[in-house]
């Protein structure tokens, strides 16, 4: 069970690094307005997203 709640907990930590390493990314503008969207969505979801990682990270560190 330990090596198992290690695996998830470090797997969580990897996402969250991912999502804070591009957290400040700026959006670049292409000209094409569906990928500005896209980029603008990406920022959007991921504050919330960061926020339930961290909770299900403090969750899991608890088993």
């Known amino acids: 069970m330990k090596e198992t709640k290690t695996i998830i907990l470090q797997e969580i930590d990897r996402r ?4 804070y390493q591009h957290a400040d990314d700026e959006i670049i503008q292409t000209g094409n307005q569906y990928e500005a969207l ?11 997203l960061v926020g339930e990682l961290e909770s299900l990270r403090d969750f899991v560190s608890q088993l």
Request: proline residues 7%.
């Open 16 to 19: 969250l690094e991912n999502l």
């Open 38 to 48: 896209n980029q603008a969505l990406s920022k959007v979801i991921s504050v919330p």
